[in-house]
């Protein structure tokens, strides 16, 4: 085990877009920042380009709709460190965009819901336990605005359907968890140029990151169960 005073975070999703913007705020924050993806090849490309600019930055391959890649993360990260400070949750797919919910796959929405909803699910109930353990923890599910009922309509059920349950998610465990010095919210990071978010995107990483920085980085006082959009609460 490592002994260091720095906190740790935790970063699913992480080889571009808005994740590995995440990692760079928080590794030059001195936070030691573990960036996970799928696919290690990627993930390890990220990493060795981020660490040219400095910061504690380690990597490790992570599946979070595969709970044994979830449980193995884990283990390293309490072998290495015996903590986890800041978990966020950013992995996701987007794979029905504009479909209609009466011609949605049910392969596709499965998929869909095991990484965007499920795959935070698991990685919640492994490290909040840890977090419990020091007494501190903040978490950040990034959720977007398509999962607000109070905007929803039509198309892309199987993502607005991923990102409501997240929500809900949020606002159940923050509840379970009040009496903890442990702040879990949701974030909408806004219509982001990324490969997700596509060229004509309004929204710099930069933006789409900065919310997610400060709710991972909220003082002791700060709120819990929230759904933010630029630092301020959001229509669920």
């Known amino acids: 085990m490592e002994s260091t005073n720095k906190k740790i975070a935790i970063v699913t999703g992480a080889n571009r877009g808005i994740g590995l913007e995440t990692c760079r705020q928080l590794s030059q924050k001195g936070i030691i920042t573990i960036l996970t993806s799928r696919d290690e090849n990627f993930g390890k490309k990220a990493i060795a380009s981020l660490s040219k600019e400095g910061g504690d930055l380690l990597y490790q391959q992570l599946d979070v709709s595969d709970s044994g890649s979830v449980?193995?993360?884990k283990d390293f990260v309490s072998e290495k460190f015996k903590r986890c400070d800041i978990l966020v949750n950013n992995a996701g797919v987007f794979l029905d965009r504009g479909v209609s919910i009466f011609d949605l796959p049910q392969k596709i929405l499965q998929e869909t819901l095991e990484i965007n909803f499920f795959g935070a699910l698991k990685m919640c109930r492994e490290f909040l336990?840890?977090?419990q353990e020091i007494g501190y923890g903040r978490?950040?599910?990034v959720s977007s605005g398509m999962g607000s009922i109070?905007?929803?309509?039509?198309?892309?059920a199987a993502y607005k359907l991923s990102k409501l349950a997240m929500n809900g998610m949020t606002r159940i465990m923050a509840d379970e968890i009040k009496d903890d010095n442990i702040k879990i919210n949701t974030m909408a990071p806004g219509?982001?140029?990324?490969?997700?978010?596509?060229?004509?995107a309004p929204r710099s990483l930069a933006q789409g990151a900065d919310t997610i920085i400060w709710l991972a980085t909220l003082p002791d006082d700060g709120l819990s169960g929230g759904f933010f959009e630029d630092r301020v609460p959001a229509a669920w």
């Open 150 to 156: 109070a905007s929803m309509g039509g198309g892309s």
């Open 71 to 73: 449980a193995g993360l």
């Open 129 to 131: 336990p840890m977090m």
């Open 191 to 200: 219509w982001v140029r990324s490969d997700m978010g596509g060229a004509n």
């Open 139 to 141: 978490i950040v599910n």
